[in-house]
């Protein structure tokens, strides 16, 4: 189901992407558990292969240290050391923890990165899905919280102040990659970009000289429809949805976004999408916004410098925030 969400949505960034006869260059990878795809314009074939190559290993590296799957992970050291010791973690830990504490603080918890027991709970990552007892899904919840995740800059440590506490950067990970990425195209001469992994993208430049990169925001619930379209230029774009990765039962839709105020699903959006100065923002907010819904999540995103959102909320209307109206390619309402 993810795999064809993804598929989809990288069909329609194709169309989106390539209105114009170009001199782009793109290629896709399986990583980080979804398809990355990147995109490299205005280069010869060996240049933008050499760059797109670097990227690629870029956040092949990353994944290796940021996977919720892994012992040998710095979070898998973070999180067997729960309740114990402080565990020293690579500068880039260092960073997306960091940044991932402060949306925490921003969006009071509905972004939290130590949701870990409560996915695992859930789990989405297995083929059998069942919901959970209710006081299992309690338990878990007193585990979430993210002042219990005392990170340190200087010394270069994390630590989990309770045993059983676990963090899951599932809603963060992929946005710092394609960050990531995207530095390391231009640091091999790449002016003009999109790294796009699964839904959280980056634009690095304009796509030509005056012409931005079309990016088409996948419709919640009419699979392969836009809902619309954005034009973006060195600027990134994240959509969080309850269309991924979810199980249908007894006419409810579970899925992969949890509330950490109810240890459920997340009920108050269908999809949220947030433009943003870089995707770590714009993938954390994303999960934020949807967690929050409409009003709060829009609230939300007006409070952070350079952010937009679109929200579709559990109805199907659509909001945007002021900085975005009009500006949204063939959205209907
Ligand atoms: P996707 O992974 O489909 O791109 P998101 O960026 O919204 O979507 O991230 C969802 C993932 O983030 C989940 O699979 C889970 O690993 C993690 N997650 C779920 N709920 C939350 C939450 N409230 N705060 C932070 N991370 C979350
Ligand atoms: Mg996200």
């Not at 500068?91 to 409560?118: H, K, M, N, Q």
């Not at 899905?129 to 010394?155: C, H, Q």
């Amino acid at each position: 189901m993810r795999m064809t969400a993804v598929v989809l949505m990288l069909g329609l960034l194709t169309a989106a992407g390539c209105r114009e006869t170009d001199d782009s260059h793109r290629r896709s990878q399986y990583l980080m558990g979804t398809v990355v795809t990147i995109t490299v314009a205005g280069l010869d074939r060996d240049d933008a292969d050499r760059a797109m190559n670097a990227a690629f290993e870029e956040i092949r590296r990353l994944e290796g240290i940021l996977t919720f799957f892994s012992e040998d992970s710095d979070l898998g050291r973070i999180n067997a050391a729960a309740g114990e010791r402080p565990v020293g973690v690579s500068a880039e830990t260092i960073e997306v923890l960091a940044e991932a504490r402060r949306i925490s603080d921003r969006s009071g918890g509905a972004f939290d990165a130590t949701i870990g027991p409560l996915v695992s709970l859930w789990g989405f990552e297995v083929k059998e899905r069942f919901v959970p007892p209710k006081e299992e899904i309690e338990r878990a919840r007193t585990l979430v919280n993210w002042r219990n995740m005392a990170v340190d800059p200087e010394l270069g440590t994390v630590r989990l102040e309770r045993r059983g506490m676990k963090v899951d950067l599932g809603g963060i990970a992929k946005g710092y990659a394609a960050d990531r990425a995207a530095e390391t195209l231009r640091k091999h001469g790449v002016s003009r970009a999109l790294v796009a992994v699964a839904g959280d993208i980056r634009a690095v430049g304009e796509k030509a000289v005056g012409v931005a990169w079309h990016v088409g925001i996948q419709h919640p619930r009419e699979p392969g429809a836009v809902l619309g379209s954005l034009k973006i230029a060195d600027r990134s774009v994240s959509t969080s949805g309850d269309y991924e990765r979810y199980f249908i039962k007894d006419d409810v839709r579970y899925h992969h976004i949890l509330d950490p105020a109810t240890g459920r699903p997340a009920a108050a959006s269908r999809s949220a999408t947030v433009l943003a100065p870089t995707t770590t923002l714009s993938d954390a907010l994303s999960t934020a916004a949807f967690v929050l819904g409409p009003e709060k999540g829009i609230a939300l995103v007006r409070s952070v410098p350079g952010a937009e959102a679109i929200i579709v909320d559990r109805e199907g209307r659509v909001h945007v925030t002021p900085g975005l109206a009009g500006k949204v390619e063939g959205l209907a309402s």
